[in-house]
Structures are given as C-alpha cells and as structure tokens.
C-alpha cells in the first residue's frame, strides 16, 4: 500500500474554515481518484468528498454537501478541501485515500483496501 500525507487540520471555531492538502508521499497519484474520509471518537468511518482522476467528477457525503468543496492539482497528484461553515459534528481525523475505483471511496472501504492512504490530520471545532 502506498502512502499519502495530510496537512491543514487544526482548531476553528464553528462557523470557521479550514483548508486540508493531501500529496503522495512518492509517485504520480494522476490516474487515481481521491477523496478524503473521517473518522470521529467512537463513530464509524465516514465519506466526505472524493474527484475522479480527471477532476471533473465530484461527490460529497450528505452532512458536508454545500459546506466542503474538494478540488485536485494533477500536476503534482494533490487534493484539497475547503471546509467552511465547520461545524462541532465535523470534529474528526480526516484521511485522504487513492484508488483506481471512485467507489471505493464513496462507500469509505477499510483503509487497507486503498491503493492509497494516509494517517490523517485532527480538526476539531468549538462551538
């Protein structure tokens, strides 16, 4: 399994932003799909958004749709995620995974199964 690396997590206040990066630790993520998935303190892993190779294609989980915007530089197999209006439900370990099938991240398959994947970053939100 190959590695990716996450930055940009932090504290902010609800309401707040936060932007995360993700970069492949060596190699060309270009044909990959990417995506990011959560995981808070006794909660399951969640989907939060993944881009298809080409970055045209773009999904999102119920609970961040309309706050989060994902995009992806394919010059150097980066993703990003603008986080906006954060709110105290969004406090979690945010990982970022590559696969071939966007799938994979949209039904946020163990991290084992990734081709891809990170050991996350904490963004935690006060109220």
């Known amino acids: 399994q190959g590695h990716v690396s996450e930055s940009g997590g932090g504290l902010a206040q609800a309401g707040g932003s936060l932007r995360l990066t993700c970069a492949p630790s060596?190699?060309?993520?270009?044909?990959?799909?990417m995506g990011w998935l959560r995981q808070a303190p006794g909660k399951e892993r969640e989907f939060v958004a993944a881009i298809d190779w080409s970055g045209k294609t773009k999904f999102y989980g119920n609970s961040v749709q309309g706050r989060f915007s994902i995009s992806r530089d394919i010059a150097t197999s980066s993703v990003f995620l603008q986080m906006n209006d954060l709110q105290p439900g969004d406090t979690a370990i945010y990982h970022c995974?590559?696969?071939?099938?966007?799938?994979?991240?949209?039904?946020?398959?163990?991290?084992?199964?990734?081709?891809?994947w990170g050991q996350g970053t904490q963004v935690t939100v006060s109220s």
């Open positions: 995974a590559a696969d071939y099938a966007i799938g994979a991240l949209r039904a946020a398959f163990a991290p084992n199964q990734f081709k891809f």
């Open positions: 060596g190699g060309s993520l270009k044909n990959h799909a």
